[in-house]
């Protein structure tokens, strides 16, 4: 992988800086991003323990909207490929219990039509109730056209689903993973989501053609009101973000910096951040080393689990 | 009015029994038929939605004639669609028809093609589910102009410079073409699928040797689609030199599209499809499985576990798959 910055990846670094100042949702000074790791189980404490990471991160929701985006992409009893459904159902209680007004989830599939259906399979159904009242399928979201302020990709515009737009928060909530074209899967390729399949079909090869990581950095500064909570209690390794292995970490990673957040997923996955190219555009260098992100909670080195990658990324590896 | 997933299961195995009878008249092989124990399957801790019938699904039209794809929504072109064809299925209202052919008409680009919904300034592949609509209640030259633009569709894996120059000089004027989902894009299996059946359809109006070449050289891609396991996924049966597996509503489609061909290939997938049928976990992934494999005489066998309609367009899909099964295909006739 090339690892040289260059110039647009430097002014990408300078983007993800405005970006954090526009949003208002955690109080406090924020220059150095902070990236909590915890360890978790979906057994036990999961509820208490997102709770804590929100109140860690000083995450002020009163009176907000705010959509959570888990990853849900195939059906999959085994939960190795979605999101699971508790981790979702103590973020939506988190935020409630912090007074948001509003707490919608939110999915848009890649491949599946069929998302409730996918969810059902998922255990989104039986795990949270009154899901369905609580879900918006954002494949088939009433849309609006949002106009791409210095794009990475060739992109100038994009339609995005309003529940997405309208929210003061969109929370990103990923399974660890690698994949197959660009690396590894996390907060920020989450966002892929957001993209409505009614527009760009299924999958929404229009953003493959426009370039992957490009697209990927373009989200991230279309939502630029986003907090990250990535479900590496069970992760996939090998051929993600689909047909992989699951690869337990028993972590969740969270934070306000999407870009400080993934980088510490890398690093706990033992992938160098620099060799993903969408952080690189998004971040720029500086802002993806280690020294730069304050860590809280465990230490990368005492959970660090080398994820097996497939040979076209073996150069990424730590 | 809502009709039970029971009272559903129940005018499906109906339906199947008298599919059954008229596929075997035709000298045609007809697949399982679900007993009825297994049509009782124990309830599930939350409760599955039950199917809206013609009634409801009427009920849920726009004030401007469209369908959305969720209650209060804004009309969209697909689920508008939809609505449509469940009402030539049967029952219907002449004047929403009417109303949802004019929103129809309305949305109607001046390229010919038909976008998502008319927010979004661009054509995309539901052109080619509304030209599966009758000509003549759409409007002859409404029609001809969004065949005119599908004809006009091509993936952009084929319509590249390199693609076209490694044509020439291979000597392949006949390049496996198919559709994509949005202009710029590659081609893959749903939107080919719905393109060859419009196409299928108009070429009964226009003789037409291009419809009928491109019509061939898109079930070819279809073809080069198939799965290790039989079956269609989105469009990529292999990545990165591993397989991937196929998809019961996918297949249900390309089934469909390729009706009139016979090659063995397809024995493989029509036995995937009948697998997938068993364990399907979707309501539209059965409705167009039960379509597909009714296209090839064959009725579709029914899944282990009771299944949700949750949507407007899975109850429609219901409602012409039922159809179908009864011999009446909207997609084919």
Same mark, same amino acid.
């Given at each position: 992988?090339?690892?040289?910055?260059?110039?647009?990846?430097?002014?990408?670094?300078?983007?993800?800086?405005?970006?954090?100042?526009?949003?208002?949702?955690?109080?406090?000074?924020?220059?150095?991003?902070?990236v909590?790791?915890?360890?978790?189980?979906?057994?036990?404490g999961?509820y208490?323990?997102?709770?804590?990471?929100?109140?860690?991160?000083?995450?002020?929701?009163?009176?907000?909207?705010?959509?959570?985006?888990?990853?849900?992409?195939?059906?999959?009893?085994?939960?190795?490929?979605?999101?699971?459904?508790?981790?979702?159902?103590?973020?939506?209680?988190a935020?409630?219990?912090?007074?948001?007004?509003?707490?919608?989830?939110?999915?848009?599939?890649?491949?599946?039509?069929?998302?409730?259906?996918?969810?059902?399979?998922?255990?989104?159904?039986?795990?949270?109730?009154?899901?369905?009242?609580?879900?918006?399928?954002?494949?088939?979201d009433?849309?609006?056209?949002?106009?791409?302020?210095?794009?990475?990709?060739?992109?100038?515009s994009?339609?995005?689903?309003?529940?997405?737009l309208?929210?003061?928060?969109?929370?990103?909530?990923?399974?660890m993973?690698?994949?197959?074209?660009?690396?590894?899967?996390?907060?920020?390729?989450?966002f892929?989501?957001?993209a409505?399949?009614?527009?760009?079909?299924?999958?929404?090869?229009?953003?493959?053609?426009?370039?992957?990581?490009?697209?990927i950095?373009?989200?991230?500064?279309?939502?630029?009101?986003?907090?990250?909570?990535?479900?590496?209690?069970?992760?996939?390794?090998?051929?993600?973000?689909?047909?992989?292995?699951?690869?337990?970490?028993?972590?969740?990673?969270?934070?306000?910096?999407?870009?400080?957040?993934?980088?510490?997923?890398?690093?706990?996955?033992?992938?160098?951040?620099?060799?993903?190219?969408?952080?690189?555009?998004?971040a720029?260098?500086?802002?993806?080393?280690?020294?730069?992100?304050?860590?809280?909670?465990?230490?990368i080195?005492?959970?660090?689990?080398?994820?097996?990658?497939?040979?076209?990324?073996?150069?990424?590896?730590? | 009015?809502?009709?039970?997933?029971?009272?559903?299961?129940?005018?499906?195995?109906?339906a199947?029994?008298?599919a059954?009878?008229?596929?075997?008249?035709?000298?045609?092989?007809a697949?399982?038929?679900?007993?009825?124990?297994?049509?009782?399957?124990?309830?599930?801790?939350?409760?599955?939605?039950?199917?809206?019938?013609i009634?409801?699904?009427i009920?849920?039209?726009?004030?401007?004639?469209?369908?959305?794809?969720?209650?209060?929504?804004?009309?969209?072109?697909?689920?508008?669609?939809?609505?449509?064809?469940?009402q030539?299925?049967?029952?219907?209202?002449?004047q929403?028809v009417?109303?949802?052919?004019?929103?129809?008409?309305?949305?109607?680009?001046?390229?010919?093609?038909?976008?998502?919904?008319?927010?979004?300034?661009?054509?995309?592949?539901?052109t080619a589910?509304?030209?599966?609509?009758?000509?003549?209640?759409?409007?002859?030259?409404?029609?001809?102009?969004?065949?005119?633009?599908?004809?006009?569709?091509?993936?952009?894996?084929?319509?590249?410079?390199?693609?076209?120059?490694?044509?020439?000089?291979l000597?392949?004027?006949?390049?496996?073409?198919?559709? #994509?989902?949005?202009p710029? =894009?590659?081609?893959?299996?749903?939107?080919? *699928?719905?393109? !060859? /059946? @419009?196409?299928?359809?108009? $070429?009964?109006?226009?003789?037409?040797?291009?419809?009928?070449?491109?019509?061939?050289?898109?079930?070819?891609?279809?073809?080069?689609?198939?799965?290790?396991?039989?079956?269609?996924?989105?469009?990529?049966?292999?990545?990165?030199?591993?397989?991937?597996?196929?998809?019961?509503e996918?297949?249900?489609?390309?089934?469909?599209?390729?009706?009139?061909v016979?090659?063995?290939?397809?024995?493989?997938?029509?036995?995937?499809?009948?697998?997938?049928?068993?364990?399907?976990?979707?309501?539209?992934?059965?409705?167009?499985?039960?379509?597909?494999?009714?296209?090839?005489?064959?009725?579709?066998?029914? #899944?282990?576990?009771?299944? =949700?309609?949750?949507?407007?367009?899975?109850? *429609?899909?219901? !409602? /012409? @798959?039922?159809?179908?099964? $009864?011999?009446?295909?909207?997609?084919?006739?």
């Amino acid at each position: 992988m090339d690892s040289k910055i260059t110039r647009r990846e430097a002014l990408g670094a300078a983007a993800s800086g405005l970006a954090l100042t526009r949003c208002g949702l955690v109080s406090g000074s924020q220059s150095t991003p902070r990236v909590s790791i915890v360890r978790a189980s979906y057994a036990q404490g999961l509820y208490d323990t997102v709770r804590r990471l929100l109140v860690e991160h000083r995450v002020d929701v009163r009176g907000k909207r705010v959509v959570l985006k888990p990853n849900l992409v195939e059906f999959d009893p085994g939960t190795t490929i979605n999101t699971h459904p508790m981790l979702v159902h103590a973020a939506l209680e988190a935020f409630r219990g912090l007074g948001a007004a509003d707490v919608r989830i939110a999915e848009g599939p890649g491949h599946r039509r069929v998302t409730l259906d996918l969810a059902d399979a998922a255990g989104y159904f039986e795990t949270i109730p009154h899901f369905e009242d609580l879900f918006t399928d954002l494949n088939t979201d009433d849309v609006s056209q949002v106009l791409l302020r210095d794009p990475f990709s060739r992109l100038t515009s994009m339609y995005f689903p309003n529940t997405a737009l309208a929210a003061d928060l969109v929370v990103s909530i990923p399974k660890m993973k690698t994949h197959h074209w660009v690396g590894a899967t996390l907060s920020m390729k989450n966002f892929f989501g957001l993209a409505p399949g009614s527009v760009y079909g299924w999958p929404k090869n229009v953003l493959h053609w426009a370039g992957i990581d490009e697209c990927i950095a373009d989200f991230h500064s279309a939502f630029p009101r986003h907090f990250a909570i990535v479900d590496g209690v069970v992760g996939m390794e090998g051929n993600g973000p689909i047909q992989g292995n699951p690869k337990p970490v028993g972590v969740l990673v969270a934070g306000r910096d999407m870009t400080a957040v993934d980088a510490t997923c890398c690093r706990i996955m033992k992938i160098n951040p620099s060799g993903i190219r969408y952080l690189r555009l998004a971040a720029g260098p500086n802002h993806l080393d280690e020294e730069n992100i304050r860590q809280i909670g465990e230490h990368i080195k005492s959970v660090q689990t080398p994820f097996e990658l497939i040979p076209q990324f073996h150069t990424i590896r730590l | 009015m809502w009709v039970g997933v029971e009272d559903a299961f129940s005018l499906g195995a109906n339906a199947r029994i008298g599919a059954v009878g008229r596929i075997s008249e035709l000298g045609m092989c007809a697949g399982e038929v679900c007993p009825a124990a297994s049509r009782l399957a124990p309830p599930t801790r939350h409760h599955p939605p039950k199917l809206m019938d013609i009634a409801t699904i009427i009920g849920l039209q726009n004030r401007d004639g469209g369908w959305s794809y969720r209650k209060a929504g804004s009309s969209w072109t697909e689920p508008t669609v939809f609505a449509l064809l469940a009402q030539l299925c049967g029952q219907s209202d002449a004047q929403s028809v009417e109303r949802g052919f004019t929103w129809l008409r309305a949305a109607q680009r001046p390229d010919g093609g038909w976008p998502p919904s008319p927010s979004i300034t661009q054509s995309t592949w539901f052109t080619a589910m509304v030209a599966l609509l009758p000509r003549d209640a759409l409007g002859g030259s409404h029609h001809a102009s969004a065949i005119g633009w599908l004809m006009g569709q091509t993936g952009q894996e084929t319509d590249s410079f390199a693609s076209r120059m490694r044509s020439e000089l291979l000597g392949t004027s006949n390049p496996r073409v198919g559709w #994509p989902f949005f202009p710029g =894009a590659a081609a893959w299996v749903t939107p080919t *699928a719905m393109s !060859i /059946l @419009a196409l299928e359809k108009a $070429r009964r109006h226009l003789n037409s040797n291009g419809i009928q070449k491109r019509i061939e050289v898109g079930r070819q891609f279809l073809v080069d689609r198939l799965c290790k396991d039989g079956g269609w996924n989105y469009g990529r049966s292999n990545v990165l030199g591993v397989d991937a597996p196929s998809y019961p509503e996918t297949t249900g489609q390309a089934l469909l599209a390729l009706d009139e061909v016979e090659l063995p290939r397809l024995r493989n997938a029509l036995d995937a499809a009948q697998e997938q049928a068993r364990s399907c976990q979707s309501s539209e992934g059965l409705s167009w499985l039960q379509l597909g494999l009714q296209a090839h005489g064959i009725v579709a066998a029914s #899944p282990a576990r009771r299944l =949700a309609s949750r949507r407007l367009v899975d109850s *429609a899909l219901w !409602i /012409l @798959a039922q159809s179908a099964l $009864r011999g009446h295909n909207v997609f084919l006739e």
